[in-house]
């Protein structure tokens, strides 16, 4: 008895194997792109998304039907020269072809369209404590590269040490209107000089999801407190910009951004987060491809670098002019209502995630039928069109 139930164990376990592999590799093949090629071999410029792009209809599906090739060191980089093809049941693989000497693994989309933000942008809650630049050599009315700012707040700093200054940009909100701010950090009128602010559709979410620092420049202290006076002396960098008293003033952080990340579905969590755009950079109310947004949903909401949204407009309510043909109310409002009919959400774009934040993350917009707008919801990429 014992011998027969184990070999019905055996029997039931394979079968169970068989079927899986066969679902798996049926939802793979559903996934491939008919006109794909057989093989493809890396060249400079490529990008992640792009190749995925080449035998997939769904890019950022690459991670579940991607073959890892355990030979190779780390078998998530590829490089120019790898052969990719499609060899073993509908499964993406590569073997290493001729890579050049010093050919660096590709990304997911080129580091060029987003570096501005991944080495000059930060979300924080509090920046009142950090210290600050007070003044300028020679009585300046700004600091430059010829001349020392002059910093309260770094009692310990010593010759040599870097720090990045900082000026506080943006106010983010979950939902209402953001706000601008000047360089000391207070609330100035108009638009501000990154992202253009509309009033998002819906006021369930008004939670205050941090401060937007914008990093001027880089200097290195020259000499730090002393009994006369309580500052520290940095020269500044000839790559940056003018600093401004009231700007911030934090460490250098050597590796603020990560190098390398994959496009995948959200988690359940990022799901949930119920997130938004909250803003579209160069001032611009929609974005296209290209196009850099901030979204109100970070790390603490389960958001990680290569998270792939589809971004949606939310349908709006409208009167029925037919049943209500003499009623008063607005014809299109974001809000329900008596006498209103909600429209369905309108399909936007895909938008994946490059740096996280807390409560806010930078998404750059991939592709899709029409401009992402400021107050335009985010879904699974899968969702229904």
């Given amino acids: 008895m014992a011998g027969t ?4 164990s055996r029997s039931f376990r394979t079968g169970c194997a068989v079927a899986l592999l066969t679902v798996t590799t049926f939802a793979a093949a559903q996934q491939m792109r008919g006109d794909h090629p057989e093989t493809y071999v ?8 792009g190749i995925a792009g080449r035998f997939l209809d769904k890019p950022w599906l690459w991670p579940e039907i991607w ?6 060191a780390n078998p998530h980089l590829i490089y120019p020269g790898d052969v990719i093809s499609l060899a073993y049941l509908n499964r993406v693989t590569m073997r290493p072809g001729p890579r050049p000497v010093d050919a660096a693994p590709i990304n997911a989309i080129p580091l060029s369209d987003v570096e501005p933000f991944l080495k000059n942008r930060r979300i924080v ?14 009585g300046r009315l700004r600091g430059s590269v010829d001349r020392n700012i002059y ?3 770094l009692e310990n700093a010593r010759p040599g040490d ?5 000026r506080a940009a943006t106010e983010f909100y979950g939902a209402r209107r953001s706000r601008d701010l000047d360089f000391r950090g207070a609330r100035i009128p108009g638009e501000s000089n990154l992202w253009a602010q509309t009033q998002p559709r819906s006021r369930q979410q008004d939670a205050f999801l941090g401060y937007e620092m914008v990093q001027m420049g880089v200097g290195t202290v020259v000499h730090g407190p002393t009994a006369e006076s309580d500052t520290a002396a940095l020269a500044l960098d000839n790559d940056g910009y003018e600093a401004r008293a009231g700007d911030r003033v934090v460490p250098v952080n050597p590796q603020p951004y990560d190098l390398q990340f994959f496009p995948h579905p ?3 969590d990022a799901l949930s987060a119920d997130a938004r755009v909250i803003g579209v950079a160069d001032m611009l109310v929609t974005g296209g491809p290209r196009d850099v947004i901030a979204i109100s949903a970070g790390h603490q909401n389960g958001v990680d670098n290569g998270t792939v949204f589809s971004v949606w407009r939310t349908g709006s309510h409208v009167v029925d002019r037919v049943n209500h043909p003499n009623t008063s109310r607005i014809t299109d409002s974001p809000n329900a209502g008596t006498r209103r009919d909600r429209l369905p959400d309108e399909y936007a774009a895909h938008a994946m995630v490059f740096l996280t934040f807390d409560f806010v993350s930078y998404a750059l917009v991939m592709e899709g039928e029409k401009p992402a707008g400021v107050g335009y919801t985010l879904k699974h990429p899968d969702a229904e069109q």
């Fill in 5 to 8: 139930l184990q070999r019905l």
């Fill in 42 to 49: 890396v060249v400079r410029g490529d990008t992640l998304w």
């Fill in 67 to 72: 073959q890892a090739n355990p030979q190779i």
């Fill in 162 to 166: 870097r720090y990045a200054v900082l």
């Fill in 125 to 138: 809650f509090d920046f009142d404590t950090l210290p600050h630049v007070l003044g300028y050599e020679d």
């Fill in 266 to 268: 959200p988690s359940a």
């Fill in 151 to 153: 910093v309260k707040g």
